[in-house]
């Protein structure tokens, strides 16, 4: 059984109404949108960095896309429960932001 399996679970019978994408773009929503796009911004920062991470040492011929199309086909359960995480964090520091 996955670690991941029962806390980050999509029931919309829960406490909460939705899924951690639901509740993600529910804040994003109502959040100020100078804050939702700070945020965004650091998403895409590490993003690229991952990227270059990645990357580095590859030639010209290698094909990020279907390096990651490849992994996510091989790992998709495990990828699904990473996201719903990320989406807990980023939901997360989007409301700290808004109570400071």
Do not use: H
């Not at 670690?3 to 959040?31: C, H, Q, Y």
């Not at 650091?42 to 990020?64: C, H, N, P, R, T």
């Amino acid at each position: 059984m996955s670690v991941f399996n029962d806390w980050l679970s999509e029931d919309e019978d829960d406490i909460f109404m939705g899924s951690p994408k639901s509740k993600f773009f529910d804040v994003s929503r109502t959040a100020s949108e100078e804050v939702v796009e700070d945020e965004w911004d650091k998403v895409i920062e590490k993003l690229a960095v991952l990227e270059m991470m990645l990357s580095e040492g590859k030639g010209e011929e290698f094909d990020i896309n279907q390096v990651i199309k490849q992994y996510t086909f091989d790992n998709i359960e495990k990828v699904n429960a990473v996201k719903k995480g990320l989406y807990v964090e980023f939901t997360g520091e989007i409301i700290c932001r808004l109570d400071s």
